[in-house]
């Protein structure tokens, strides 16, 4: 695999990580909260960071990274059929 596939796939996993974090984020904001119990910093840091890696490993199985990279690759694609 040359370095321009490995970078354009790093690149396109690395997007839809973004696109994932922002559904779990709103999903996770969409959830009742009460003060029965106040939330530290510790544990909103703590989950953001964990939504956070959800988004990377859904990112990184999910066929939408593949997607994207074919899609922004496609003259590329191209030119490797044509070799």
Known sequence: MS???RDLRSASVEFASELFYVVFKRMYEAIPRY?????????KWFKEML????????????????TVARALGERYWKEQRTR
């Open 3 to 5: 370095s321009a596939i």
């Open 35 to 43: 003060d029965l119990i106040p939330e530290t910093q510790a544990e």
């Open 51 to 66: 939504i956070r890696e959800y988004s990377r490993k859904a990112a990184a199985q999910s066929a939408l990274a593949e």
